[in-house]
C-alpha cells in the first residue's frame, strides 16, 4: 500500500513539475513580448525560438511570421531557425521550404533527412500569422506530452503574434499624432485621425496662406548677443505658433526669423482667409507688447489666397508637411514689401473675405494702398489692402 502511495505521489510531482515548465515557458514568452513590444519582429522572432528551443528540448525551431491585415505597407513575412548547440542542421532546409510553400496542418511529426519535424499553423482571431516548426533526431522525441506542451505554446505564439502587431501599429499611430501635432493645432489632429489611420497626403487644397517676418533681423544678428537672439526666436516661434494653433491653423514651416502658416490645409473651413486675418492681427498685438521685443525687430505680416499642392513629403523619419505652389510664393513675395508692424492682404483674400459669414464685420479693417505691386516673374500687378483698424464687433 506504501508503495502505491509513493509512486501515485512521484507522479503527481512529476505532473506538478511538468505543468510548472509550462507555465514557466508561457510566462517567459509573455514577458518577452511585453518587454520587446518596440523591438523589431525580427528581434522578437529571436527571442521567441530561444525560448521554445529551450523549453521544448529541441534540436531545432522554425519560425515563418507574416504581419495580420492585407495592407500595402505591412512588411514582409519573416522566416527564421534556430539550432541547438551541437546539433546537425539536417532536414532544416526542407522543413524552411515546406513551412513557407505549403500550410501545415496540426497533426503528426513528418520525417525530413535524419530529423522528425512538426510543422504548426500560428492562427489567432481568425488569421493566419505564421508557422512553428520544431524538429528533432529522434523519432520518439514527440511523446504525447510533449506534444501536448508543443500544441500548448503554438496556441499561445498565435496570439502572442497578433498582440505584438497590434502593438506595432499603436505605436505607429502614436508616431504619427506626434508628428501631426508639430504642424497642427490639438483641433485638427483628431480630424485627420478620424479619416485616415495615415499621414495625410500630398492633395489639391484651397488654402490661405501667411507668411509672418521679422524686419531688421539680420542687422540684430551682427550685434547682438547669440544667446539673447536665440532667446527671441524662441519667444517669436512659441508665441506665433500658439496663436497660429489658437485659429485652427497650420504651421507648415519655420525659416530663419519667420515662419509660414496655412489655413485650409488639410481641414478647409468657410471662414479660412478671416482666421489666418484673425490670427495676424492677434500676432501684430502679441508681438508689440511682449517685453521681450520692446527694443526688437518689429513684425510683418504678408496674406494671400490660392490652390496649393499641400501633404507631408519626405522619407522614413524625415517627414514634414508642405505646401508648394504660386501663391505660395506670391505670399512670401507681398511679405517681403510689408513693413515692420504692417500686415499687407491681397484682393484674391479679400474678395473671399466679403463672401465670407464675417463680410460684415469688415468696415473700417482694410484699406487698398496707393497703388497695385509688380513683382518680377509675374504678369500682372496685385492689388494689396493693408489692416488699418480693428474688426467691427
Known sequence: MDQIISEHFHRLHREVADRTGELSAICELLELAAARFDASRQEAAAGIMEIVLRHTGADSVILSWQTAGNGTNEPEPLCLSLTAAGAPE???AAAKTLLTTATPAAGEPRRLGEHSFLLLPLTAAGERLGCLGIGHRQQDFFSPARLRFINLLHK?????FLLFDKQKKLLAAQKSREQLKQFFSPEIVPEIFAATTDLPGVKTAAATILFADLRGFSSLTETGEAGGIAC??????????????????????????????????????????????????????QWQQQTIAADGPPLAVGIHSGEVMAGFLGTGELLTYTAVGDPVNTCHRITTIAAGNQILVSAATVRQLEQSPHASRLAGLLAPCKQAQSFRGMRKALDLYQVVGQPAK
Do not use: H, K
Request: net charge neutral; hydrophobic share 45%.
Open 90 to 92: 539536417v532536414g532544416l
Open 156 to 160: 499561445e505564439l498565435g496570439s502572442i
Open 232 to 285: 527671441l526666436l524662441n519667444c517669436f516661434y512659441r508665441e506665433m505658433s500658439r496663436i497660429v494653433f489658437s485659429w485652427q491653423g497650420t504651421l507648415e514651416r519655420f525659416v530663419g526669423d519667420g515662419f509660414l502658416a496655412l489655413f485650409g490645409a488639410p481641414t478647409r473651413r468657410s471662414d479660412d482667409p478671416w482666421r489666418a486675418l484673425q490670427a495676424a492681427i492677434q500676432m501684430q498685438q
